[in-house]
């Protein structure tokens, strides 16, 4: 351990080196993934804000709230209606944008405080999409088709539904929608507590999984994800693999006059180690800062677990691959590796 | 002390050591000549207990080591077997004093290692790592790391070949110090005939023969 110590100390030049290309691939990794977490999160965040963990719908809505008709008068005892549905929005300046609106009751349990202070005929909007698309609090927009409007009166955070950005009102107003539609539903009855119903029940993980597009973008990011890791970790293996065979011979001659391999060993894991932990630590403290850094509307997700996931993986990978040299180290002849008494 | 009896070592089809038969007592500083390829380091080496013979035994005051285990060689090499090599093979991120350490705690013995420098006149450098010593003075630290579990072998493989004169001289009165004063037995090989002027006996290796001069 003393001697991997003071080597990883005293060819600072060398260790500070594969610090940073360890450091940069930890980096990459986290960054990738972060930005994949980030997206898979903007895919199904209003419903992810939702504090319930039950939601029914009709029995062919196979899980997709945009799917589910339902009439008010089927609520189960001890669930709020919400009502979910896509709208061609029509902004001030006569642009049009893709949008998700979401009702829920004034004295909503579950969906945004702030409905309780809307009148008829107001709505909340995304923060981001507010932002991005200059529309503001005081702004009236149009429902392209039935040419309903509606005023905005506040924004929410995370308030997005398939990547579009949602409106929240309350279901007075959305009723008033519905009957310039001709139509009368609900989507979903939710509820923090199992519900007792003949309706399909699902729980808030499984909505999320049925949000459109939501499955298909989930197993694209996780081949990503496994992609990233193990090409990291076969780099970082290969590196640590090259580190310990190119002290072959010195550490040969160490085997030679009668050093253990096991001292010799435990110094080489010392070394991947902290060389590992250290890189990580510092990707981590840098992704976090890339994290605080990034504009607000990339979907960028930093979270510690996952984080700490994948670094864990990537520290035990490189350590395995550390411990490959270790059988070559065994089976080194110190003979074969002593150039000097060749005669 | 050391003993070799009928030694023979071959290479697939090439047998590089023919019949060697040699006796080094207690004290002795023997040079072993000859030239390039001759068996010079296979003989040492099999001193040196690195490889096993082909045929022939090997006796270590006056016990066979054709049984002894890997890990058996290996102790002997760290507490009864001091190695220099011609170019010092110090560990370049140790200090050296600490080279003496790491072979002396392997052991599981705490040296002064300041105080065994300065035997060597290296007092002053034990804070140094090799690349901030002389050749001379790397090759001094690699006397001192050889002999710093006071074994009763040491075995150098050309250790003045990188060295000047002067300090050639300086290398080979340590040995024949070592030899003479604290009852080790030394070999070396050597190449230059200059040297052969301390040593007590002069063994000639030839096609892998070996002939007392």
């Known amino acids: ?343 | 002390m050391i003993k070799m009896t009928q030694v023979e070592q071959t290479y697939g089809e090439m047998k590089v050591l023919h019949d060697v038969s040699f006796e080094a007592g207690t004290g002795e500083l023997i040079a072993l000549v000859g030239p390039s390829g001759s068996g010079k380091s296979t003989l040492l080496q099999l001193l040196g207990l690195l490889q096993t013979p082909s045929s022939g035994m090997i006796q270590f005051d006056g016990s066979p080591l054709g049984d002894t285990s890997d890990e058996g060689r290996r102790q002997m090499r760290l507490e009864e077997i001091g190695f220099i090599f011609q170019e010092s093979h110090l560990v370049p991120f140790l200090t050296a004093a600490e080279q003496l350490e790491l072979v002396a705690e392997e052991a599981g013995r705490t040296i002064d290692a300041a105080a065994q420098l300065e035997v060597f006149g290296l007092g002053d450098r034990s804070d140094h790592l090799p690349h901030a010593l002389s050749g001379g003075e790397r090759q001094r630290v690699a006397i001192a790391r050889a002999l710093v579990n006071d074994p009763r072998l040491v075995l150098a493989d050309e250790p003045t070949a990188s060295l000047d004169y002067s300090n050639a001289q300086q290398v080979m009165e340590l040995l024949r110090k070592q030899a003479h004063e604290y009852g080790k037995t030394v070999i070396v090989i050597t190449h230059d005939e200059r040297m052969l002027s301390y040593c007590d006996r002069v063994l000639r290796m030839e096609d892998g023969s070996l002939n007392e001069t």
């Open chain 1, 1 to 343: 351990m003393k001697m991997g110590w003071r080597e990883l100390i005293r060819m600072k030049q060398r260790f500070t080196l594969m610090a940073i290309v360890t450091t940069l691939i930890v980096l990459l990794i986290l960054m990738i993934s972060g930005l994949a977490d980030g997206l898979a999160y903007d895919n199904g965040a209003v419903v992810r804000n939702l504090p319930v963990e039950h939601v029914a719908l009709s029995q062919d809505a196979e899980g997709q709230l945009t799917r589910s008709f339902l009439e008010q008068t089927d609520q189960p005892a001890g669930t709020e209606a919400l009502g979910v549905q896509s709208m061609v929005l029509e902004k001030q300046n006569g642009t049009k944008d893709d949008v998700t609106v979401f009702a829920s009751p004034v004295d909503t349990v579950y969906g945004p405080k702030e409905l309780a202070t809307l009148k008829p005929g107001q709505v909340l909007v995304d923060t981001q999409y507010a932002k991005q698309s200059g529309t503001a609090v005081g702004d009236t927009i149009t429902d392209f088709r039935t040419k309903a409007t509606f005023e905005i009166v506040g924004t929410v955070s995370d308030g997005r539904y398939s990547h579009a950005p949602v409106l929240w009102t309350t279901l007075e107003t959305w009723k008033a929608w519905q009957d310039k539609m001709k139509t009368n539903y609900v989507s979903a009855f939710i509820s923090q507590d199992p519900i007792k119903t003949d309706l399909a029940t699902y729980t808030q993980q499984q909505i999320v999984e049925q949000v459109p597009g939501y499955a298909a973008e989930q197993n694209s990011f996780q081949m990503m994800r496994i992609a990233l890791v193990l090409i990291g970790s076969l780099i970082l293996t290969a590196f640590f693999y090259i580190l310990t065979m190119q002290k072959m011979k010195q550490l040969g001659i160490l085997k030679a006059i009668g050093i253990r391999t096991r001292t010799i060993g435990q110094g080489l894991v010392l070394q991947v180690f902290l060389l590992t932990t250290v890189s990580f630590a510092i990707s981590l403290l840098l992704i976090w800062t890339i994290g605080q850094l990034l504009p607000g509307d990339l979907p960028f997700r930093f979270e510690w677990t996952t984080s700490f996931g994948y670094g864990g993986l990537i520290v035990l990978t490189a350590m395995l691959g550390g411990l490959i040299p270790l059988r070559a180290l065994k089976k080194l002849e110190p003979a074969d590796a002593m150039g000097g008494m060749t005669g």
